[in-house]
T-cell receptor, first 113, second 113 residues
Framework: AQSVTQLDSQVPVFEEAPVELRCNYS??????LFWYVQYPNQGLQLLLK??????LVESINGFEAEFNKSQTSFHLRKPSVHISDTAEYFC???????????FGTGTLLAVQP | DAGITQSPRHKVTETGTPVTLRCHQT?????MYWYRQDPGHGLRLIHY???????DKGEVSDGYSVSRSKTEDFLLTLESATSSQTSVYFC????????????FGQGTRLTVV
């Protein structure tokens, strides 16, 4: 069975500062890894994903995540955040034939001016 | 946006009454999922479906049942609602394979009083 750990429930950061949201996973099989973002009162949207190939994946709005198999991590980073990045971010893992997505508990990124 | 519609969007019901939430998709995706979102728990999988009349339990299935008689509809039923089932419920769909992105509905806020 797969599981995901997001140790930080909330990360406050000032605008234009860098940020890292941590995600660790456990799995006995090869996995796909995802970051989803949820803006207030909305559903979740895919931010980026790792399926295979290059371990560094990027989103269109400046976020990136690196798959580290030895450390079983998939941390999300952005070099300079904006107020509009304020949202809850969920790391998720999928493995096996059923395409079940298992989510972490989420990290609220609070960007302050 | 992926064509997913959840109904109702908000509902208040009394303890002990049956409740059915509906998820309707226009994407012809094979897989459909029901999650509940609670503070501190992230999203937890209730049930999922991998085809018409093919369903299976997720991690928090007690007190819930599902049905999928058509590709486009996935119903979640609370047989006898309890206060612990007060939550925000999300439906998600995916077409499986290597493109395993899941698309989420806008959510249903259910309050059991």
């Amino acid at each position: 069975a797969q599981s995901v750990t997001q140790l930080d429930s909330q990360v406050p950061v000032f605008e234009e500062a860098p940020v890292e949201l941590r995600c660790n996973y456990s799995s006995s099989v090869s996995v796909y890894l995802f970051w989803y973002v949820q803006y207030p009162n909305q559903g979740l949207q895919l931010l980026l994903k790792y399926l295979s190939g290059s371990t560094l994946v990027e989103s269109i709005n400046g976020f990136e995540a690196e798959f580290n198999k030895s450390q079983t991590s998939f941390h999300l980073r952005k070099p300079s955040v904006h107020i509009s990045d304020t949202a809850e971010y969920f790391c998720a893992v999928e493995g096996g034939a059923t395409n079940k997505l298992i989510f972490g508990t989420g990290t609220l990124l609070a960007v302050q001016p | 946006d992926a064509g997913i519609t959840q109904s109702p969007r908000h509902k208040v019901t009394e303890t002990g009454t049956p409740v059915t939430l509906r998820c309707h998709q226009t994407e012809n995706h094979r897989y459909m999922y029901w999650y509940r979102q609670d503070p501190g728990h992230g999203l937890r999988l209730i049930h999922y479906s991998y085809g018409v009349k093919d369903t299976d339990k997720g991690e928090v299935s007690d007190g819930y049942s599902v049905s999928r008689s058509k590709t486009e509809d996935f119903l979640l039923t609370l047989e006898s609602a309890t206060s612990s089932q007060t939550s925000v419920y999300f439906c998600a769909i995916s077409d499986g394979g290597m493109n395993t992105e899941a698309f989420f509905g806008q959510g249903t806020r259910l309050t059991v009083v």
